[in-house]
């Protein structure tokens, strides 16, 4: 089993920054993905960004360029840096880890967060 534990979010005005942050325990293998999804009132759950034990990187074009993903193996933490946020980046933020090719998917409790215009 793995428990994941978000923390970071927040009320922020446009165009500031929050920093989430994913703390990751229990079973966790060599080989995996974390990612952080995001989901607003009404609508479907999206992918935002995704990092894998690698470091490669894979990010949701409506972020690109303005949130950076990144992790550190020995805190077993992921992070998220939201720059230059906007309204529309408003949802529950949830970090995910898949491992054992897609066998194990865990998610978080989520955390808000909240752009105001």
């Known amino acids: 089993q793995v428990q994941l534990v978000e923390s970071g979010g927040g009320l922020v005005q446009a165009w500031g920054s929050l920093r989430l942050s994913c703390a990751a325990s229990?079973?966790?293998?060599?080989?995996?993905?974390i990612s952080w999804y995001r989901q607003a009132p009404g609508n479907q759950r999206e992918l935002v960004a995704a990092?894998?034990?690698?470091?490669?990187?894979n990010y949701a074009a409506t972020v690109k360029g303005r949130f950076t993903i990144s992790r550190d193996d020995v805190k077993k933490t992921v992070y998220l840096q939201m720059n230059s946020l906007r309204p529309e980046d408003t949802a529950v933020y949830y970090c995910?880890?898949?491992?054992?090719?897609?066998?194990?998917?865990?998610w978080g409790q989520g955390t808000q967060v909240t752009v105001s215009s």
């Open positions: 229990g079973r966790i293998f060599a080989i995996n993905v």
């Open positions: 995910n880890l898949q491992q054992d090719r897609g066998a194990e998917n865990y």
């Open positions: 990092i894998t034990n690698t470091g490669s990187t």
